[in-house]
């Protein structure tokens, strides 16, 4: 059974860091691609950053670029989420994700996390 954890969310302030985690566990992940996605309440879910388990190739959505880091460590079935110079518009609840496919789009991913809580007041 896959199970995807989270956590490292909290709350910052404007300029403030914080580093996501998301255990994974239940199978390999060699072939998979992980993602991260935000929600805010009456918003759909949104792609923030992805990676290729096996190559370590990332990618980001145009409003975090520059300022989020996506990783993995192999080794501890781990995907982490760097967050510089957060924003009061980076508040939302964050979700990793694995799926088969390299895509921002939710539905095609396979499992999810229980997702974290990431506030960045002003």
């Known amino acids: 059974q896959v199970q995807l954890v989270e956590s490292g969310g909290g709350l910052v302030h404007t300029g403030g860091s914080l580093r996501l985690s998301c255990a994974a566990s239940g199978r390999s992940f060699s072939t998979y691609s992980m993602g991260w996605f935000r929600q805010t309440p009456g918003k759909e879910r949104e792609f923030v950053a992805r990676i290729w388990w096996s190559s370590g190739i990332s990618y980001y959505s145009d409003s975090v670029k520059g300022r989020f880091t996506i990783s993995r460590d192999n080794a501890e079935n781990t995907v982490y989420l760097r967050m510089n110079s957060l924003k009061p518009e980076d508040t939302a609840i964050y979700y990793c994700?694995?799926?088969?496919?390299?895509?921002?789009?939710?539905?095609?991913?396979?499992?999810w996390g229980q997702g974290t809580q990431v506030t960045v007041s002003s």
């Open positions: 994700a694995v799926g088969q496919y390299g895509t921002s789009r939710p539905s095609q991913y396979d499992y």
